[in-house]
Every structure is written in C-alpha cells, then in structure tokens.
C-alpha cells in the first residue's frame, strides 16, 4: 500500500509542474456519490474537454454488526450404516456454531485513479485498498473508456460515436443491472441495504465491452478471455474422466429499455446473456473478493467426528477421530452466499425490471443459471434465482429513504441427480444521505436455508453441514463514505 502512495505523490507532484494539467475535468464519468444511484451502465455528457486532467477518488465503509446464527444439528450424535461388509458408527461430539461478538467487522477501503487523456478517452485504474480476501492492496481493474474516436481523425465515426462507448481492459463485466445496486468492497453507497444477491454475479475478466445507446434503447455486447488471474499457463483440468484442457471466452450481451417518461416516472427493463462454453470453474458467481457485508455466518467451533468400523461378525477393524477445524476464515468470502459452482461450462440469463415513480422505485431480479455439474462432465444442473426491492426515498433531496428486499434462490450443488435447497433472505433498511457522498444506513437481515443436507461428503462419514436448518437474522450499522 505504502508503494501506491508513494507512487501517487510523485505522479502529482510531477502534474503540478505542468501548468496544463487540471484535476477532475473528467468527461462521461458516473458519480461515486448520491448522485450515480440508479445510473446503469454508461453515460454520455457535454463536458468540455481542456486537456489532460486527473481524478482521485475512494470510498470507505464501516460496519457494526449484531446477528445471530442457528441450525438444526445436535451438539452430539451417532450414526449407524450396515453394508454386507460391515458396520460404520459415527460418533459426532462438542459442536456448536461459533457465536459472533456485536462489534465492528473489517472496513473496506478503494481508491480510484483516472485521467482524461484525450477528448473522450479516459482511463480507470481501481484499487482495493484493505478488503476481506486481501491483507494489502491489490488492482481491482483497469481499463480504457473511449466514447469519441476523435485520436484517429477529428470527428471521426461522430454520428455513431455519439451514442456509443468502448471499454477495453480488465474490469467489472457488465452482466445484468443487480450489479449496480450492489456493495463493491468499500463503495456500498449505491446499495440500500447490507448485503448483495443471495447468487452474486460478478467478475472482473480481461476484454471488451461496446455500448450504444439510444432514445430509450439500451444494448451492449462484449467479451471476455474467461480468465480471472492472467496467465499464458497451459490450461488443464486434470479432475473427472474427461478433462477439460480447453478455456473459452465468456460471451456478455444486454438489450433493454430505459426511459424518463415524464418528470415523475421513470421505467427501464433489461435482459442481459453470459455464456462460457468450455471452463474450469465458473467465475461468475465466484470472483467477489472483498466480502458480502455479514461476517462470521453459520461457521462451526472445533468439534470431534470419530469413526469406528465393524466387520460383519462384529469385529472392530479401526477406530479414527478426527479434529474438525473451524470453518471461519477472516480471508474467505462465500458467507451468507450461494454458488452453484458450475464446471465445464456455464449459461446464465438475467432480467431486471426498474420503475421510479416520484420517490418510490422498484427494481426486481428474475436469474435462470445453468452449467456443467463437475469437470469432465456436461451434466445439466440449475440454479434459479428471483430478487424484488421496494425503496421510498423522501426528504427535499431524497436524502432519506426506507425500504425492503426479498431474495430466493433455488438450485443444486452438486451432483445433477440431487436435490435442490433453498435460500430466502428478507433484508428492511433505513438510511441517511447526510451529504451526497456520506450515507448512514441500518439493515435489519433474516436468511435462511431449507432442504439441506445433515452431513456433507460420504453419508456414514461425513461432517455435520452448518447450513441443515440453518438460519441467521440480526442487525448492521452501515457508514459509507465515497467521493
């Protein structure tokens, strides 16, 4: 971290002695405030552009959090399996959940670095600061936006440049709307609530998204190397009897409509295609690196599974106990979340609705996702899920609102023959937009799992599953800061 600023100060120390260089003369850039909520995608404006300019910015929150887990598993059990060859007794003692302390988790920190390079060409570099997954700083992305190509020849392609964008680099794909009312590490301003999507589509994959938009009619189409790290490493997925050694590209497209109808009303409505058609792991639903806004959820205190097999006249052969770890990690981040984990291959469609009315605004999540069950194989599975919030937004500025999220996902696992589970979340806030760029919010959360299995892995063996009745509810004070 000490190296970026370090580096920082003596790009600005090197722009402050060129007296042509200005600062935050940027063009077509959404705000990082109060004002870029409900701001999709991209956008043009008619900012004059005076020569190279640089922007910094950043974003910061801060958390309390008071919530409680519970699930249906005993503190001890056993378990009997008979086979013609014998009999497994498992013997589960000392579990628990781990309980939380109402205390102020990890904050999440970025800092954005842009410049106006030419007219209608900007670059963006993100920064994650302090985040869960990282103990310092990393490059979230870095990309290019050219919304002129004015660098070829003065108005060149100007009528059709006029309502299109090109972003080239590695960045946050745009697959769905979700996204843009959703919690990025530090920038949670544009979130109402605490938490994201139960099923979180998110990636950052180096390639190229183009944009045009026009009179109401939204559309992008880009594409992706598949990769979430960079590397020309040869590709190999060694598990299942067929392995994978072929990484596609990942296909992006989004169609829709998105109008102010009048000055009270607003409606937009979009639908937007991934598709990856030969991977190793699906990284749409697991490149989030920096925390899903609940800590500490459903994990278990160490506790002991031991393991006594019989042969069929009822001689002991072997008695194993086995220490079971916690299942907290202050580096991990898939809490509170669903991952269908595809392999293979991966297809997900999503569909949102938005409507403004005044200060009253919906905005909804229909997603079909479907991929390859494990490597080697292109057995089906699915994983659906249907989102709806409902925000009252008031004040003179808007600068309070109320509102309310209901999200369920359904789907498997694992294993195409199995059962599906459940996850339902109801999530109420109430938050502050003390200036446009500091909001305090208070989220009231209540998730819980259904269907799930009692033990994971081999049925006679097996560890107890933290999530078999499992459920958490309780309260977060959320300050976020973004500029």
């Known amino acids: 971290m000490k190296k970026i600023y370090f580096l920082f100060i003596a790009l600005a120390g090197t722009f402050a002695a060129n007296a042509q260089v200005s600062f935050g003369n940027m063009q077509n850039q ?66 628990r959940l781990m309980n939380t302390e109402n205390n102020f988790t990890l904050p999440g920190a970025d800092m954005y670095i842009g410049a106006q390079l030419f007219d209608g060409v900007r670059v963006n570099l993100d920064v994650y600061l302090a985040s869960r997954h990282h103990n310092d700083s990393y490059v979230k992305g870095g990309y290019l936006q050219i919304d002129k190509l004015d660098f070829i020849k003065k108005d060149f392609l100007a009528d059709v440049m ?18 843009f009312r959703g919690s990025d590490n530090g920038n949670t301003i544009r979130n109402a609530f605490v938490g994201n999507n139960i099923m979180y589509s ?7 998204e183009v944009y045009y938009n026009r009179s109401g009619l939204v559309s992008m189409l880009g594409v992706t190397n598949g990769n979430l790290n960079q590397s020309n490493e040869e590709v190999f997925y060694p598990n299942g009897p067929n392995a994978n050694t ?25 639908g937007s295609y991934y598709h990856n058609a030969n991977l190793g792991n699906a990284n749409i639903y697991s490149a989030n690196r920096s925390g899903f806004g609940y800590w500490g959820i459903l994990n278990n205190n160490p506790y002991k599974n031991t393991i006594t097999k019989t042969d069929a006249s009822g001689t002991v052969i072997s008695t194993t106990t086995t220490d079971i770890a916690t299942s907290f990690s202050k580096t991990s981040t898939p809490e509170a979340t669903f991952n269908p984990n595809f392999k293979n291959w991966a297809t997900t469609y999503m569909i949102n609705p938005f409507v403004k009315y005044k200060g009253l605004e919906f905005f909804g999540t229909i997603e079909l996702a479907s991929g390859g069950d494990k490597a080697g194989t292109d057995d089906k599975r699915t994983a659906n899920q249907y989102a709806s919030e409902l925000v009252y937004r008031f004040g003179s500025t808007e600068q309070f609102y109320l509102g309310g999220k209901y999200n369920t996902v359904s789907g498997k696992l694992s294993n195409a023959d199995a059962k599906k589970v459940t996850v339902d979340k109801f999530e109420a806030s109430a ?13 009231y959360v209540n998730q819980k799992y259904k269907d799930y299995s009692q033990f994971t892995g081999d049925p006679a063996t097996g560890n107890l599953n933290n999530f078999y009745g499992g459920k958490f509810e309780g309260l977060v004070f959320e300050a976020t800061i973004a500029f």
Not at 31 to 42: A, H, L, Y
Not at 202 to 208: A, H, L, P, Q, S
Request: cysteine-free; proline content about 2%; overall charge positive.
């Open 30 to 95: 959404i705000s990082r405030g109060k004002d870029g909520i409900n701001v999709f995608d991209v956008q043009k404006d008619t900012r004059e552009f005076k020569g190279l300019s640089i922007d910094l910015g950043g974003a910061f929150n801060m958390d309390f959090q008071a919530t409680n887990s519970f699930n249906d598993q005993p503190a001890n059990i056993t378990t009997t399996t008979t086979t013609a060859a014998g009999t497994t007794t498992r013997t589960i003692s000392g579990y």
């Open 162 to 179: 006029k309502y299109a964008t090109i972003k080239i680099g590695q960045m946050e794909n745009n697959f769905g709307d979700a996204h």
């Open 202 to 208: 998110f990636t950052t994959e180096m390639g190229m």
């Open 246 to 270: 072929t990484h596609s590209p990942s296909i992006l497209a989004k169609l829709g409509y998105d109008k102010q109808l009048n000055k009270d009303l607003r409606v937009r409505i979009t």
């Open 431 to 443: 938050g502050w937009f003390m200036t446009k760029n500091i909001l305090a919010k208070l989220n």
